[in-house]
C-alpha cells in the first residue's frame, strides 16, 4: 500500500528556512520521480520541484530555483524540499507526490512564512 507522509511545515520568519520530509512506504522512492507541490488558499495547486528516478536529476519551479533544494535518501525511503530564504509568498500547504500506477498524494504540510 502506497503511502506518503509530510512533516517539517511551520512558521517561520522571512528569510528564514525550513526542510520537509515527505516519508515513503509501499514502494522505494528511488525506482520513481518524486515531486513537491504547494496550494495556497484561493489558488491552483503548483509543481515547485521534482527529482528523477534512477539519476536524480532535479527541477524547480522559477519561482523557487536558487532557493529550495529536493533530495532524497534511499535508505530512509524519503524525500526531502529545503527551503531557504522563504518569502511571504511561499505560504502554502506543500504536499509530496508519486505517479505509481495513479498519482498518490501526502496529506499535507502547512508552511506559514510571516513576520
Known amino acids: 500500500q502506497v503511502q506518503l507522509v509530510e512533516s517539517g511545515g511551520g512558521l517561520v520568519q522571512p528569510g528564514g528556512s525550513l526542510r520537509l520530509s515527505c516519508a515513503a512506504s509501499g514502494f522505494t522512492i528511488s525506482s520513481y520521480a518524486m515531486s513537491w507541490w504547494r496550494q495556497a488558499p484561493g489558488t491552483e495547486r503548483e509543481l515547485v520541484a521534482g527529482?528523477?528516478?534512477?539519476?536524480?536529476?532535479?527541477s524547480y519551479a522559477d519561482s523557487v530555483k536558487g532557493r529550495f533544494t529536493i533530495s532524497r535518501d534511499s535508505a530512509k525511503n524519503t524525500v526531502y524540499l529545503q527551503m531557504n530564504s522563504l518569502k511571504p509568498e511561499d505560504t502554502a500547504v506543500y504536499s509530496c507526490?508519486?505517479?505509481?500506477?495513479?498519482?498518490?498524494w501526502g496529506q499535507g504540510t502547512q508552511v506559514t512564512v510571516s513576520s
Open positions: 507526490s508519486v505517479n505509481y500506477g495513479k498519482r498518490y
Open positions: 527529482i528523477s528516478r534512477y539519476g536524480g536529476m532535479t
